[in-house]
């Protein structure tokens, strides 16, 4: 975003968000929330005719921001995800926390990485993968899901690990039309994440941006 010992063709590769889950990571299309008000007010009648009776006030609609539970900072604390270690074997469960994500309300969000380490295994071998920068994206949600729209800039890296020690590093790449949704459940100060495809994730809310929900 080597050789094998055991096939020399083998190299590693990444399908994460932030793993792509930015799942990090981390998953259709959703909309902006809207909320219409009650519309028309049906006009009451004035007792004398020496007035017109009031005008209904038009009905008016006013786009709000996302889901207030999301606006804020989160740190990870259980991520399990799958991640395609190897360009010829299936995905793999692996493990992590510590990802740190900031959720701005104008639709905009940093996911950053200070040598997270996602741990997982291969026939008996322990493999590990390094996150260190960050990773600007573009989101909307509604009160289920989140959509991570657009990875607009990327300065991050992962660092590739088995029983020959480190075998390779990968860029994460900015990428458009990302559109990876994830569903989440929020509650004040914990957030949980997750997809079909076996990404599940932990937030706990930290005060390094604003508190809402």
């Not at 929330?33 to 007792?47: E, H, K, M, W």
Request: net charge negative.
């Amino acid at each position: 975003m080597s050789d094998s010992a055991r096939l020399p063709a083998r190299s590693v590769v990444v399908v994460l968000f932030a793993v792509a889950a930015c799942a990090v990571l981390a998953a259709g299309g959703l909309t902006a929330v809207v909320l219409a008000d009650d519309g028309p007010r049906q006009a009451t009648p004035v007792a004398t005719g020496d007035r017109p009776s009031p005008t209904a006030r038009p009905a008016t609609t006013r786009a709000v921001g996302p889901p207030m539970c999301l606006i804020g900072s989160w740190r990870t604390v259980d991520d399990r995800l799958m991640v395609k270690f190897y360009t010829d074997e299936d995905p793999m469960p692996f493990t992590t926390s510590g990802r740190v994500y900031e959720f701005r309300a104008d639709g905009t969000g940093t996911e950053r990485m200070d040598n997270v380490t996602l741990s997982g295994s291969f026939e008996g071998n322990a493999l590990r993968m390094v996150g260190n920068g960050f990773t600007e994206f573009t989101w909307s949600a509604t009160d289920k899901a989140i959509t991570y729209v657009d990875r607009t800039k990327a300065e991050m890296t992962w660092a590739f690990y088995d029983q020959r020690g480190h075998v390779d590093t990968q860029p994460v790449p900015v990428k458009q039309g990302l559109n990876e949704v994830d569903d989440y459940s929020c509650q004040g100060t914990q957030l949980v994440e997750s997809n079909a495809s076996g990404y599940r994730s932990v937030w706990v809310r930290t005060t390094g941006s604003g508190v809402y929900g």
